[in-house]
């Protein structure tokens, strides 16, 4: 365990629970059940959880990836030598298949680019578009990354908190509008949110995209998450709402995310329809050296986008039944925690503002005394204060001894 943390689970109880925890393969043929060791891994979810404690927080999942992700990675390796390497016309095909045939967008082949990471791209699209000291809007709470790679970058952050109201998120236009001034460059979109779990409709996409239109401003839409809507509900790609959102509008996704994909660092790509912007944004990839992407980026891309293994629905299936689990357990147990249903991803917003604690005590109660590591809902900006995200991308047996430990320490 941490040296400092004060736990109810006696010292093994964590490592117990997930080792009596080996469920049968489910129906339809996947075992999403099955708890995988990953300690030795340098798992940063794990790592810093410590030893006895659920590790919840960061947005990685305890699954393998989809096997026809590991054959080819696998084939691959077997061919020995790892030399440099292009970027080969079938990545590029494999993004815009698959735009197709997920999201049912059909991008022309010379919009898609390769992107060094979704963050890593975004943090170029800022160089590229925006200058130190020029004003970048986000609408927290949300991925707090978009905030701290712009400041870095000596970038002004400005808010436009999303509205909470009757258990639903919106985006505030009438606060957007009067934020825009001569500094004002960019505005971040996470679609789907983090760590909201919104899917963003279309009249609220087409909006935002006349409005950033009107007032010159660019938007980067974060869609690392798209491939995990989840209820049968659709994601709807920014770019395709409308001609506004095409000409103002850049897009960033990736398998990382749906494919558990995220050691590989690197496993993202861009759709830019505008001409000018593409070629700029282009430009300063290439000029930094951030443009070629590794093998396994390649090779796990194509295998992900191609596959035909029916992983990905079975998980998504899988993923719903967390969220039914979670739901159901804070419906039936009042203890003070509300979560947001989730519309996409495996991340839950847990509302604890019933509970009454300062944040600090509010993580401390999840951490030392349940035994669950979590994120921080503070740390997701403005309308953050009160709430934690827990991630349950794991097998469902941790998700419900995690849930009991939750409601044993309150
Ligand atoms: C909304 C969002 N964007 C980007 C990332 C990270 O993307 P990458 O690892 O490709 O930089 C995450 C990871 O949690 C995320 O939730």
Request: glycine share 10%; net charge negative.
């Amino acid at each position: 365990m941490a040296a400092g943390a004060a736990s109810l689970l006696p010292a093994g109880a964590v490592t117990s629970i997930l080792q009596g925890c080996s469920a049968p393969v489910s129906e339809d043929g996947w075992n999403f059940d099955e708890v995988i060791d990953r300690s030795g891994t340098w798992s940063i979810k794990y790592g810093r959880a410590g030893e006895n404690r659920f590790a919840m927080w960061i947005a990685d999942m305890d699954f393998r990836t989809d096997p026809a992700v590991r054959k080819a990675l696998q084939e691959r390796l077997d061919r020995d030598v790892l030399g440099y390497t292009s970027t080969p016309e079938e990545f590029f095909e494999a993004v815009r298949a698959w735009e197709e045939k997920q999201h049912g967008w059909n991008v022309p082949l010379e919009w898609v680019g390769y992107a060094p990471g979704v963050i890593s791209a975004i943090n170029q699209a800022y160089l590229t578009f925006s200058r130190a000291g020029d004003k970048i809007i986000v609408q927290p709470p949300v991925y707090d990354h978009f905030r701290m790679y712009a400041e870095r970058l000596g970038r002004e952050v400005v808010d436009n908190p999303l509205i909470f109201e009757n258990g639903k998120y919106r985006m505030d236009f009438d606060g957007l509008e009067r934020l825009f001034d001569g500094r004002t460059k960019m505005l971040v979109l996470c679609n789907p949110h983090n760590p909201c779990g919104i899917l963003w409709d279309k009249e609220t996409l087409i909006r935002l995209a006349e409005i950033c239109e009107k007032h010159g401003v660019i938007v980067i839409s974060d869609e690392i998450h798209a491939d995990l809507a989840l209820y049968g509900k659709t994601h709807i790609p920014f770019c395709s709402v409308s001609d506004a959102a095409a000409r103002v509008g850049l897009i960033f996704g990736g398998p990382t995310k749906a494919f558990n994909l995220a050691g590989l660092s690197g496993t993202a790509f861009c759709i830019i329809p505008d001409e000018e912007k593409r070629e700029k944004y282009l430009g300063t990839l290439s000029a930094a050296k951030l443009d070629e992407p590794s093998i396994p980026t390649i090779v796990s891309t194509i295998a992900a986008y191609t596959s035909e293994t029916g992983w990905l629905p079975a998980l998504k299936k899988y993923l719903e039944g967390n969220v039914d689990c979670i739901m159901d357990f804070f419906r039936k147990n009042e203890v003070g925690i509300g979560p947001v249903r989730p519309e996409a991803s495996f991340l839950v917003w847990l509302d604890c503002r019933n509970l009454g604690l300062s944040q600090d005590k509010l993580m401390e109660l999840f951490r030392d005394k349940a035994g669950v590591y979590l994120n921080n809902g503070a740390s997701y900006g403005t309308g953050g204060e009160g709430f934690v995200r827990i991630n349950i991308g794991c097998p469902r047996s941790v998700l419900q001894a995690a849930l009991e430990s939750i409601k044993t320490a309150i």
